[in-house]
């Protein structure tokens, strides 16, 4: 088993590199007062972290930002009390390639989009969400620190490993950088 996984994962990463060839991002720091449209990347582990992400939704839109939530879940299938919320996407393990990359048509537009800042809220490494993350031409890209280099904002949770806490320490610092509009 571990060799098929291990097999997978180098098929994965190798699609991945030859993608983002293509990918053409231009870098810029973005507050909540620059930013015009964000996109939200997420583990939905339990109800308290979809609830949390959909309280921050609530608050960047309060921000006129257009927000928009690409959600993953961990399983064969999306539960039912997930779907059909306006402005959240999910999609699950049967939404995989064999090679473990995403292959359905919103996912693919999610990751195409130029989003001003993407939030990635995920606490745990899923090669699908590293996957978008990568190929994502967003400004700004922002999570918790890890040891690889996708994000230009990196926030340590080491303190409180938690949607709630990354959340409140994104609200923060974004709110205490100051820059020009473009």
Not at 140 to 160: F, N, Q, S
Request: aromatic share 12%.
């Amino acid at each position: 088993m571990k060799l098929i996984r291990d097999i997978q994962r180098l098929v994965g990463t190798f699609e991945l590199r030859r993608k983002l060839r293509q990918v053409d991002r231009h870098k810029c720091i973005h507050n909540f007062t620059t930013a015009r449209s964000a996109g939200i990347l997420f583990a939905c582990r339990n109800e308290a972290e979809f609830e949390a992400v959909k309280e921050f939704k609530q608050f960047l839109e309060s921000e006129s930002i257009d927000t928009t939530v690409l959600g993953y879940v961990d399983d064969l299938q999306v539960p039912d009390h997930y779907l059909l919320r306006k402005g959240f996407s999910f999609f699950c393990q049967k939404d995989l390639k064999w090679s473990k990359v995403p292959g359905v048509l919103f996912v693919e537009d999610f990751s195409r989009k130029p989003f001003d800042i993407l939030f990635d809220l995920s606490l745990e490494d899923h090669f699908p969400l590293k996957y978008i993350l990568k190929l994502s031409p967003a400004s700004y890209k922002i999570g918790r620190l890890v040891t690889h280099t996708e994000y230009d904002l990196m926030i340590d949770i080491e303190k409180e490993i938690s949607i709630l806490y990354l959340i409140a320490q994104i609200r923060h610092y974004l709110s205490i950088i100051h820059t020009r509009k473009p």
